[in-house]
């Protein structure tokens, strides 16, 4: 009889272990999935603000994007030239307000700190937009005239 019994164990751990499967894979299939970005664009963008996200706060990555956008536009496109008044007022109000109270090896950090990060913004939208450079070219000076050049970092 103990053979049966064993054999009897056997089939209900078996089962046992069956239904355990079966149930964590309905668990998991119950799961919500992390959200995909909707694009290749907005996963550069996410990608981009959380490398941002380890030295800069949410208002500081903005500007970022901001600055890496317009720097990409006036590199890539003909008709449109950055203003280096209006670039180095973001960046100073943005990121370097406070560099006269730093010591001089922070002030060089930070300095480091922040042309990185622009080069690396500059290069995502470089990246971005170098698929189709007329429609990019078209999309920033259509919106320049929309906005009437109040807040972009172009000379006028």
């Not at 069956?18 to 894979?25: P, R």
């Not at 799961?31 to 970005?37: G, I, V």
């Not at 990246?127 to 259509?142: H, I, M, Q, W, Y």
């Amino acid at each position: 009889n103990s053979g049966i019994e064993g054999e009897a164990t056997m089939k209900a751990l078996t089962c046992l272990a069956a239904t355990a499967a079966l149930l964590s894979s309905i668990a998991s299939a119950q799961a919500p999935a992390p959200a995909q970005p909707a694009s290749e664009d907005e996963a550069a963008i996410t990608a981009l603000n959380a490398q941002l996200g380890e030295t800069w706060d949410a208002s500081q990555r903005g500007q970022f994007v901001y600055l890496g956008y317009h720097a990409a536009a006036g590199a890539m496109c003909n008709n449109l030239t950055l203003d280096p008044a209006k670039v180095s007022k973001v960046l100073h109000d943005s990121f370097l307000a406070d560099v006269d109270q730093l010591s001089e090896t922070d002030r060089q950090r930070r300095r480091e700190q922040v042309i990185g990060d622009l080069a690396m913004a500059t290069g995502v939208f470089i990246g971005l937009n170098s698929r189709d450079k007329p429609a990019f070219c078209a999309e920033v000076t259509k919106e320049r005239e929309t906005l009437k050049a109040s807040s972009d970092l172009f000379k006028d």
